[in-house]
Each structure stands twice: as structure tokens, then as C-alpha cells.
């Protein structure tokens, strides 16, 4: 009942933010919402589809293990492979490899073929049952495979002539999604060592990123509704321009390079800064004399970062289900990937997860779900520049989407969240 009544709330609250709210085409929104139940009963209840979807979960675990192999050679002593120095096994040189590694992988599969195989099946599905226009149902579809700045990439001829509403979805679909080269990283930390548990993970992050996709259609038709015509029925997907499979497999791993640098530098950053914030709190907190209010009636220690996050996102937290007694640490994690992002929160969850702050089993499963995407602010300025670059005279109207884009792509994650806490 939390669940439904969170649909509820998110979809008014949705609604009530639009720019042309008689304009709302709801055949497509409760299309979109209808969807997505669809999708999550056949991949959580179907036994068959189950099935497949726990293979391809299973294939990930494995891919990720050649990953860990080749950086073993990479990192190992000469003659003594597989043997790494302890003080290398961290984040840095075990995770951010797996990034670079599945980045040359996507690009691979897409120059075979199959990747695009997948993105027109899905596309035709939602074209079909949402009555989106080609380019917003190819854009869509590319979110669930590939990343936020690679989806635009299938469509850049359509780009400049898109409708508003067009690129609000385009936007918003890469908010609530996430990347084939991340979601392995997210596996390898939030399973450990373990391969049944990668591949738990493994299959609910599949799961997210596929039934966040008809979410994020409802999200921004509701937030921005279409008024034009649209642009493209029948739009073909942009076929990949490698002249063959090498080049495919070395562009993939240059931009895997780049995008684990960044991920890297990111989390150092923002670490730094989450602590730097910390401290001011902290001080502020001592000289105000809520330090002891706040030890004395929460889990927290302090004024923090973490704690004011915790109380504005756990309302939020309850509404998608989670349990009340861990409703505060969910919302922490929301409030995380808002501000910094996905990486940094999936790194908190991990960690509460194995010192067993969490009342409830069932508030971990429903927490990878929330942070499944990369809505936050640091994705306004990656797709403003991204998209920028490919229509040059639509970068004016993207900045004024950026924000409502963010919206939409949480929103997604969360209504995402509620239907797996409904079904599961």
C-alpha cells in the first residue's frame, strides 16, 4: 500500500510541475506505467523469462572475471600471475578496470550488430504501445544499453529538429537509466567476492535499468507534454562508424579510459568535499548544541551531510516502501546519488550493507533499485555539453531542460522502485 499510494503521490506531483498540464496525453503516460508493470511481472514472476534474465546475470559474472583476470596480468608480479600486491586491491585498480573493459565490450556488440538488434526491438515495442515517435523510442530503448552521452549518439540525425517534448524525454530517458560499462562496476562491488550474489545483483540492476525505461516515458510526458508533431516515425538507427571490429573494440576502450578517469576524479572530489562539508556541520553543529540533540534521539553522531540528506529524502524513501525503520538510511542514499552521484551512494550502500545497519533485508533490494540512474546534478552538465555538441543550436533549450530532466529521471528511479516493491 506504501508502493501504490507512491505512484500516486510521484505522478501528482509530476503532473503538477508540467509546463502544459491540459496538454497531458495520459493513453501515454498510464501506457508507460502499465508498461513497466508488464515488463517487471514477466522478468520478476515469469519463471522462463526469469530464467533468461538470471543467465544473462550469470554471463555478466563471468565477463567480470576475465575483467579480473586481465588486471591481475596488469597489476600482477612477473611470473607469478594472479598474484596481486594487497595494497593495490582497491577501488581504483580492481573496480574502474571493469568500467574500461565492458566499455570495448558494448562497443563491440554494437559494431556485430546485436546491440542495435535489441535497441529496435525495444524501440518498436514502445512505439508501438506508447505511441512514441521513432527518435524518442530508438533514444529510449539505446538508454537501457548503453550510456546517457552514447544513446544520442543512435539518433544524431534528428537531433536539431526534435520537438521540445522529444528532447525532454531523450534527457529524462538517460537520467534513469545507467550504462553496460557501470553496471558491471556496481555488481562487482555490491556482490563482493561472492558469485551468487553478483549475480542477485546483477539480475535486479538488468531489471531496473529495463523497467526504468516506460517510467521515464510517463515522467516527462507528464512533466513536459508534447504540443508539436513529432519528428521522426519511422527514424533509423545510426549504425556504428568503425570500419571494423578492432577499431570498434579501441574506440570502446578510449572511452572506457576516459569515463573510469572521470568516475575516479569524481569520487575523489566529491569524497573530499562530503568531508570538508562534514566538518563545517560538525562545528556548526557543536556551537549550536544539536550535535547532542541529534546523538541522543538518531543513529547519527553529528550535524552531517549524511544526516540532513537522510531526513529530506526519507519521506520519499517510505513512499517507495521501504520499511520506516530504514526509511532514513534509503533516504541518505537517495539524497547521495542526487547531489554526487550513483557511485558514491552504491559505495554507502555497500557499506551499511556489511556493518548491517539495515533493519529490513528488504530495504537493501529496493535501495539498488532508487539508485539505479544517473539522475543527478552532475548529468545536467554531462548531457547539456553532450547533446550540445551534436545539435548546436538546440544547447539553449537543453540548459532550461536540465533541471526538469533531473526531476523526471528520480521520479523514474522511484516509481521503478515502486513496482519492484509491489511484485517482489
Partial sequence: MQAILGIAVLTAILWALSTQRKSTAWHTVLGALGLQFALAILVLKVPFVKDVFTWVAELFV??????????????????????????LENFAFRLLPTIVFFSAFSALLHHAGILPLFIRGFAWL?????????????????????????????????LERMTR????????????????????????????DDPEAQA??????LTASLISAPAAVA???LLVPETDRQSAENAKLVKSDAANFLEAITNGTRDGLVLA??????????????????????????????????????????????????????????????????????????????????????????????AGDFVNERSIL???????????????GIQVGGIGVLAPSRRGELAKLGFRALIGGTAACLLTACVVSILA
Fill in 165 to 192: 517534448s522529444e528532447l525532454m524525454l531523450v534527457m529524462t530517458g538517460g537520467m534513469a537509466t545507467i550504462a553496460g560499462s557501470v553496471f558491471a562496476t556496481y555488481v562487482a562491488f555490491l556482490g563482493g
Fill in 126 to 158: 514502445m512505439r508501438r504501445t506508447l505511441r512514441l515517435s521513432g527518435t524518442e523510442s530508438l533514444a529510449v530503448a539505446g538508454n537501457v544499453f548503453i550510456g546517457q552521452t552514447e544513446s544520442p549518439l543512435l539518433i544524431r540525425p534528428y
Fill in 62 to 87: 563471468v565477463l567480470i572475471g576475465y575483467t579480473d583476470r586481465g588486471t591481475d596480468f596488469l597489476l600482477g608480479s612477473f611470473g607469478m600471475e594472479g598474484q596481486v600486491d594487497v595494497s
Fill in 366 to 380: 529496493i535501495a539498488t533499485y532508487v539508485l539505479c540512474g544517473f539522475a543527478n546534478f552532475a548529468s545536467i
Fill in 219 to 221: 515522467a516527462a510526458k
Fill in 261 to 354: 578517469a572521470n568516475v575516479g576524479v569524481m569520487l575523489l572530489v566529491f569524497t573530499a568535499l562530503v568531508y570538508m562539508s562534514n566538518d563545517i556541520l560538525g562545528w556548526v553543529g557543536g556551537w549550536t548544541g544539536l550535535n547532542d540533540a541529534i546523538a541522543a534521539s538518531t543513529r547519527f553522531d553529528s550535524l552531517s551531510l549524511e544526516f540532513i540528506l537522510g531526513y529530506i529524502g526519507a519521506p520519499l524513501a517510505w513512499l517507495v516502501g521501504v520499511p520506516m525503520q530504514d526509511a532514513v538510511l534509503v533516504g541518505q542514499l537517495l539524497g547521495e546519488k542526487t547531489v554526487i552521484n550513483e557511485f558514491y551512494a552504491y559505495v554507502t550502500l555497500m557499506n551499511m550493507k556489511e
Fill in 200 to 205: 542477485y545483483f546483477a539480475t535486479h540492476l
